[in-house]
């Protein structure tokens, strides 16, 4: 393997995430299943590909000028790659947060040079959710912007053509499906419009979490949630601007306890140490791949995405006494 020439660039670094094969889920799918090392972006998550697209489109239409700031609200990894990405053009970043997310994705943000802003969690339709608040704080801060990752579409530009053409290339133009969960949708909807340019019977899936609306909504039409995950970043209850036109085939809804599942698993037998949409995603892959398998295409290949890293979640999914508290199976060897 040649390693790949230095970059001129450290936002060069963002994108361009190797593709592994997962062993253990290719083993019970029956089919090759491949994760995108999302992990590996320089904030440690898809979302810095989100972050650098919406910067970029920003710069370009002259939004954003020199010295100016990035408002967000965001789950936290989206605010990180923000930081991130403003720090190495030069602008501040004003990050607002529900106060239910991991504690270090807060300290992250906060280590990052971000002004942290918390909310307590609320419905959309409050005017004090942390989007709505993120959008007037923009408005009333001089020079900034809203990056409004969920209804600005240089998001999913980024996934069409940045993580669909990775994909297609490092799979040499073999690939039989796509999934991943949706938080703003960003990822699926580009990386299923990108990779239906290149071949337009890739089945792309949805895999969603329990709590959210999007599972419903491409079953049967109606946007209707039912149960709940501790999932952070998925689960969607609209249709935001980058879900729109998404080219969804099927879907797969993932509960938490099979997620984790798979984190432990990933973990434990390969090595990875992963968030839980990752988990949840991996779930949602081997159900596309089973039912590929089932209709005769025994050597089917499908992609997903390790969102980011468990790192992330040390005094959550990796913690004993939280998961006994959300009532969640406790990882082996963190039992005793
Ligand atoms: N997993 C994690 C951990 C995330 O933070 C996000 C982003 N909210 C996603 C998955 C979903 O990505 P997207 O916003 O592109 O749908």
Same mark, same amino acid.
């Given at each position: 393997? *040649? ?6 660039? &450290? ?11 997962l ?8 089919c090759? @299943? ?19 697209g =919406?910067? /970029? ?6 939004d954003l ?8 609200g ?6 990180i ?27 992250t ?8 802003v ?7 339709? #409050?005017c ?13 801060t001089?020079?900034? *912007?809203w990056?409004?990752?969920f ?19 490092q799979?040499?133009?073999? @690939? ?10 960003? &990822? ?15 089945? =792309? ?9 999007l ?8 946007l ?9 970043? @998925?689960?969607?209850?609209? *249709?935001?601007?980058n879900?729109?036109?998404?080219? =969804?085939?099927?879907?797969? +809804? =993932?509960? #938490? ?7 432990? +698993?990933?973990? /434990? ?7 839980l949409?990752?988990g @949840? ?22 992609? &997903? *995405? ?5 790192? +992330? ?13 959300? #009532?969640?199976?406790?990882? #082996?060897?963190?039992?005793?």
């Amino acid at each position: 393997m *040649i390693a790949p020439p230095p970059r001129k660039d &450290t936002l060069e670094l963002i994108g361009n995430t190797p593709l592994v094969l997962l062993k253990g889920a290719s083993e019970e799918a029956g089919c090759e @299943i491949y994760g995108k090392c999302e992990f590996a972006n320089p904030g440690a998550s898809v979302k810095d590909r989100a972050a650098l697209g =919406i910067i /970029r489109d920003a710069e370009a239409s002259g939004d954003l000028k020199p010295g100016g700031c990035v408002v967000e609200g965001t789950a936290g990894n989206t605010g990180i790659g923000i930081a991130l990405v403003a720090n190495a053009l030069g602008y501040r970043t004003i990050i607002v947060m529900p106060d239910n997310q991991s504690k270090e994705k807060m300290d992250t943000l906060r280590a990052l040079g971000a002004e942290l802003v918390t909310v307590p969690p609320t419905k959309y339709s #409050d005017c004090n959710h942390f989007v709505h608040t993120s959008r007037r704080l923009a408005e009333d801060t001089e020079g900034a *912007i809203w990056a409004n990752q969920f209804d600005n579409t240089a998001n999913r530009k980024a996934h069409i053509e940045g993580t669909a053409k990775e994909l297609w290339d490092q799979l040499e133009g073999r @690939i039989d499906g796509f999934t991943c969960a949706a938080g703003t949708g960003g &990822t699926i909807a580009g990386v299923g419009m990108g990779l239906k340019e290149f071949d337009e019977n890739v089945r =792309i899936a949805l895999t969603d979490p329990h709590g959210a609306a999007l599972y419903n909504y491409f079953a049967n039409g109606e946007l209707k949630a039912e149960g709940s995950s501790v999932a952070e970043g @998925i689960g969607q209850g609209r *249709i935001t601007a980058n879900l729109e036109g998404a080219p =969804i085939d099927t879907q797969f +809804r =993932i509960s #938490d306890e099979v997620g984790l599942g798979w984190v432990a +698993r990933l973990l /434990r037998e390969e090595g990875l140490c992963l968030g839980l949409s990752s988990g @949840i995603n991996v779930a949602g892959a081997i159900e596309l791949g089973k039912q590929l398998v089932a209709e005769g295409r025994k050597d089917a290949r499908v992609a &997903t *995405i390790l969102c980011d890293t468990g790192f +992330r979640y040390l005094s959550t999914l990796y913690n004993r006494e939280w998961l006994e508290a959300k #009532d969640l199976p406790v990882f #082996d060897w963190l039992a005793d």
